[in-house]
């Protein structure tokens, strides 16, 4: 029996939807052959396709739950908005956070063992789309935390802060939520990311003929600029654009000590499908 590598279980996973030990099996007894493993999962397991991989999960929804004060959010993936909004999908996502917060010290990994996955591959088989569990995420331990889920669950954030309340930490999540902000503060700002922005600007102010020093100037006020845009404490209060949240804070005598967005399929690449290829494709099948 040929050894099996983590990569082509996990390749088997994405074109099939079923579970780490299933598609271990199923690998093992063809010899690392994914074409002959699907082909024995689809006589024994059902499944509707053998192409899933083709086939990004970059929709899906965010759920968020609050327990013993402390905040829990998780983002699971699907492929269309049509199931996202199925209800057995829905329920599926409440499911995931609740058991992560009731399980606050699990891995996303010991989460799926815990019975997760045994949901997601029944669900994969209902509905017939690849559903992934992406990512589990919860509040840092501090006095004083707030959440935001937008209306459409596609957005989400929460918020750990030194200081403040409840309605303020519950403000910063909205506003972050809102804005997309890269860090805390500028000095939060990797190095190689106003690198990357100095090049840019100065490809850009030289294109204007201006003396060096002047050119100079005008970079390092497009770089100042940027670390208001990107930076959560020199942004405008989208509730009162007339304060910044550093003032916000300031004003409450708070600090935040983290703070992690998430957007359904953000980085996710989704692959482009001819349609009249996998249209034929599936027939032929």
Known sequence: ???????????????????????????????????????????????????????????????IDIQDKNIFMVEVNCETD??????????????????????????????LELGVEDSRERLVQKLGENIIVRRVVKTDDSSVKGCYLHSNHKIGCIVSLDGGDEELANDIAMHASATDPMAVSPSDIPDDVLSKEREIFKAQSEESGKPPEIIEKMIEGKIAKFLSEVSLTDQDFVKDPNIKISQLLKEKNANILSFTRYEVGEGIEVKKVDFATEVMSQIEG
Request: glycine share 6%; aromatic share 4%; with cysteine.
């Open 1 to 63: 029996m040929s050894t099996i590598s983590a990569s082509q279980v996990k390749e088997l996973r994405e074109k099939t939807g079923l579970g780490l030990m299933d598609c271990k099996k199923a690998l093992q007894e063809a010899n690392g052959d994914i074409d002959l493993a699907i082909e024995e999962l689809r006589k024994t397991s059902g499944i509707k396709a053998s192409k899933k991989s083709g086939r990004s999960a970059a929709d899906g929804l965010i759920a």
């Open 82 to 111: 049509f199931v996202a909004r199925d209800e057995s999908y829905v329920s599926f996502t409440k499911e995931v956070v609740q058991t992560y917060s009731k399980n606050p010290d699990m891995s996303l990994e010991q989460l």
